[in-house]
């Protein structure tokens, strides 16, 4: 498949100086965050839905229910588009039109390949273990009906094809007399604790190595 000419929007236009070109920093960005939103047009209309996701190499994994008829679109090679974006502080100014935010995000454009055969019982546990580490070999393998219920996609990540934006920082000094406060609140997502289900709980299962992995992931 041909894979699709980036745009204009994959530009940076507006404050240049915060894009970065290192795909190391993409991968740290995609590694760390486990939602991401794809989007692309659907008879016409923008079609914008948030997808579980893992990196795999030089490709971005991403899951469905095969009866989804617009996922089914998208995985037939429609142009689409991926958004990740973590916050990471917000920036409290002097003013609200000064106040901003700190941010990572980064937009992944391609065309999303189905994935068969032994390539899709593999991209299906890479991201099981990429949600849950380890939890892959805790649980039975997906059966044959669960498999064919399952869609998996490959969005190949391709240089000239992904841009990447961020802003670290504080607020800048005041260009006028004020009493206002500034400075940084700081945003992070942490895990709470493992809350088991009733028949966990009724059956005395311990909690597995997976979840308690998580949980330190997490902290």
């Known amino acids: 498949m041909t894979e699709p000419e980036p745009s204009s ?5 507006r404050k240049p100086d915060r894009g970065s070109r290192d795909r190391a920093v993409l991968d740290e960005l995609l590694d760390e965050v486990l939602v991401g939103t794809l989007s692309t047009v659907l008879d016409g209309r923008p079609w ?4 579980l996701f893992a990196r795999d190499g030089d490709r971005i994994l991403l899951h469905g229910s095969t009866g989804a008829g617009a996922l089914r679109q998208v995985a037939s090679g429609a ?3 991926l958004c990740v974006t973590v916050l990471d502080g917000l920036v409290v ?5 000064d106040s901003s935010a700190n941010y990572r995000s980064a937009v992944i454009q391609g065309a999303l390949t189905p994935l068969r055969d032994e390539d899709a019982a593999r991209a299906l546990d890479v991201l099981s273990d ?3 580490p380890g939890r892959v070999a805790e649980v039975r393998p997906p059966t044959a009906r669960e498999r ?8 190949p990540i ?5 841009i990447y934006k961020s802003r670290t920082g504080g607020p800048g000094e005041p260009d006028e007399p004020t009493d206002a406060w500034t400075g940084v609140v700081p945003l992070r997502t942490v895990a709470g604790q493992a809350l088991p289900s009733a028949h966990a709980t009724s ?5 597995p190595e997976s979840v308690d992995r998580l949980l330190r992931n997490w902290s």
């Open 158 to 162: 391709v240089d000239g094809a992904w």
């Open 203 to 207: 059956a005395g299962l311990p909690q």
């Open 148 to 155: 064919a219920a399952t869609l998996a996609m490959a969005l």
């Open 130 to 132: 990429r949600l849950l």
């Open 48 to 51: 914008v839905v948030p997808m």
């Open 93 to 97: 100014a002097h003013s609200t039109f």
């Open 79 to 81: 142009p689409a588009a």
């Open 9 to 13: 929007a994959i530009r940076l236009t």
